[in-house]
């Protein structure tokens, strides 16, 4: 699936984001296992994994907050950038 209305910027970050999801999923489903259950390792590591999952929601939330008003920014500077060179 290709999506051109997002820049390369926002697509690296939602495959990193959907990674780490992924990885949080995997680790709830590990902790089904008894061995994981009786053993603080496991819980700690759930903790660990929401948090980085927060994170990177954060991230992708200032990533698309962000993108378009910086996109413009950079594109008035490379226009006033060429008019100087000019």
Request: hydrophobic content about 50%.
């Amino acid at each position: 699936m290709t999506y051109t209305v997002l820049g390369e910027e926002y697509v690296m970050v939602l495959t990193y984001f959907f990674q780490a999801l992924n990885d949080l999923f995997e680790l709830l489903a590990s902790v089904r296992d008894t061995r994981c259950v009786s053993d603080e390792r496991g819980v700690t590591a759930i903790e660990y994994a929401l948090l980085g999952s927060l994170i990177a929601i954060a991230i992708v939330g200032g990533v698309y907050t962000l993108g378009g008003s910086l996109g413009d920014l950079y594109d008035n500077l490379a226009s006033r950038v060429t008019a100087a060179m000019s």
